[in-house]
């Protein structure tokens, strides 16, 4: 009798274990809660805007690496590292914020990054011609969220969109300079 209740003490630790195990995506760890209820403190535009810029962001960050590698123009490449380094800033800022309002982030379903068929194996000057334009069309809609958001009732994402804003501005009037 003993054994039987060791035994089902035992087994019902490891379940406990194993579902707690199951709460991280990649090296992003988060409350078992947010993984089953699906529940956040933010409203839908504050969560709209976390997931949406945060997954463009990290688009523009997988883009500007390549360019990093690939890339031959100095000004591209140039821009390519900075826009990198602003991307990374903003993605651990909205991971901080989603930490506050219980959003997910990055999501187990957000897609990976890949460019577009025939770019891989495109010329250096083809694959930033094609960087520059979909960095223009990620910036202008990153500051229409930023825009969107900026009138959102959170205070914390209001004020942050708001110092973010003229800084994203700049970014893409130097973009759209290299074109």
């Given at each position: 009798?003993?054994?039987?209740?060791?035994?089902?003490?035992?087994?019902?630790?490891?379940?406990?274990?194993?579902?707690?195990?199951c709460t991280s995506v990649g090296e992003h760890k988060t409350s078992a809660e947010l993984y089953y209820t699906n529940f956040t403190n933010a409203d839908t535009g504050e969560y709209t805007f976390l997931r949406n810029v945060y997954k463009m962001a990290n688009d523009e960050v997988a883009f500007a690496n390549i360019i990093s590698e690939k890339g031959t123009n100095a000004a591209v490449k140039t821009l390519a590292a900075s826009l990198?380094?602003?991307?990374?800033?903003?993605q651990a800022k909205l991971e901080e914020l989603a930490t506050k309002g219980d959003v997910l982030i990055p999501y187990a379903a957000m897609p990976a990054f890949e460019l577009s068929e025939g770019l891989d194996?495109?010329?250096s000057t083809v694959l930033e011609r094609a960087f520059l334009e979909q960095s223009v069309r990620n910036q202008e809609v990153i500051i229409e969220k930023f825009e969107e958001v900026s009138r959102n009732t959170k205070v914390i994402t209001r004020d942050y969109a708001s110092e973010t804003l003229p800084n994203l501005e700049k970014i893409l009037e130097e973009t759209k300079g290299l074109l």
């Open positions: 009798m003993n054994k039987k209740i060791a035994l089902l003490g035992l087994s019902a630790f490891a379940s406990v274990l194993s579902m707690t195990s990198s380094t602003q991307y990374k800033d903003m194996s495109a010329q």
